[in-house]
């Protein structure tokens, strides 16, 4: 990098040129205005052109909003479509709001986190405040962003990098308990059949809420007990998309008589259903389906309302349909399933996200283990030495 100095008046003005400017192509330089002897200039331009040498310097006079634009339409293409159209709320939201028209030669870490704090405080719809792991999603988007403006060279540094988002505390898990499922299924199976199977299959299976609208009935052996879970359907941009499952693989699940002779029974009365319609039933419908045919599938957000409503007439309105996955997770783990099986169930990648989520439900298995460890190796109270 090369370096200009001139003595303007008592001070001296100080230039060192960074190259052209990513975005638009002009030459892009950095500057800065000395008070003092001709020493002290040289000193401070040595300075300036080593930082634009390191890449500290930003070589671009563009926008947090224009890289954010940028790096969106070329991360899009990688993402889900639930993650496309939450990534985009969340950049028209809060992000070109806050940092849109700073210019990245100028954003601090201090000033992000500023933003944050004011989205803490009052950053939500109507001025309400956000929750901390919102704000830890804005603040993935915003890191990510910048660093691929590092990767372009559009800035020499990432500022998010060295900022401070609220920390998130750890979820409260609250499944129901088997008592209050009960109840729950009983009601279901008197005002709405459908959503009684859907129940009782979520609560047996684990799958998460995508996953189980994207069932179609070949994905279902009833003969052999078994249901394959192959995809899940999310709410894009331009309605319902079939997507892969969150872990981009298929896994087979197996269920007891009971439930699998729930779901034959409503096979049965999707088929009477469709034949009442002058129709045929699809070999691959989907299995849970307000069409004659199966054609389509239950929209996600309509399952959550629907459970929701049925919860509060049943007097559990705290419960939620993601509940039901951590029923089965934490009734298997509690029953000493291992926790290879269980995360296999959920769907985990890998085991240790299971043991991150349900860590305080192993603690207390791991208490019931060592009672029955001591009852083993120990005398009980009262008995003969």
Known sequence: MKGFMRKRGASWELRVFLGYDPVTGKQRYASRTV?????????????????????????????????LEAW???????????????????????????????????????????????????????????????????????RRALAQGVKWGWIGVNPAASASPPKVPPPDITPPDPEQLARLLVRAREESPELACYVLLAAVVGARRSEMV?????????????????????????????KDTKTHSSRRVSLDGGSAAVLAEHKEQMESRAVECGMTMAVDGFVFSNEPDGSAPWFPGSVSRSFKRLCVREGVGHVRLHDLRHFVATQLLGAGVDVRTVAGRLGHRNSATTLNV???????????????????????PGSPD
């Open 214 to 242: 994207a069932l179609r009935w070949s994905d279902v052996d009833l003969d052999g007990f078994t249901i394959t879970i192959r995809r899940g359907v999310v709410l894009g941009s331009n309605g319902l998309v079939e």
């Open 72 to 142: 969106f339409e070329l991360a899009a293409a990688d993402f889900s479509p639930t993650t496309v159209k939450e990534t985009r709320g969340f950049i028209d939201r809060s992000l070109l709001p806050g940092l849109g028209e700073r210019k990245l030669a100028k954003l601090k870490p201090a000033e992000i986190d500023t933003f944050y704090q004011h989205l803490r405080t009052a950053g939500g719809v109507g001025g309400r405040p956000l929750a901390p792991s919102t704000i830890r999603r804005i603040h993935g988007i915003l």
């Open 358 to 380: 349900y860590a305080h439900f192993l603690e207390q298995s791991d208490r019931a283990a060592a009672d029955v460890i001591g009852n083993l190796l120990l005398p009980r």
């Open 35 to 67: 008070r003092g002897g001709k020493r002290d200039a040289q000193r401070v331009l040595a300075e300036m052109v080593t930082e634009a040498e390191r890449g500290l310097t930003p070589r671009s006079a563009s926008t947090v909003g224009e890289l």
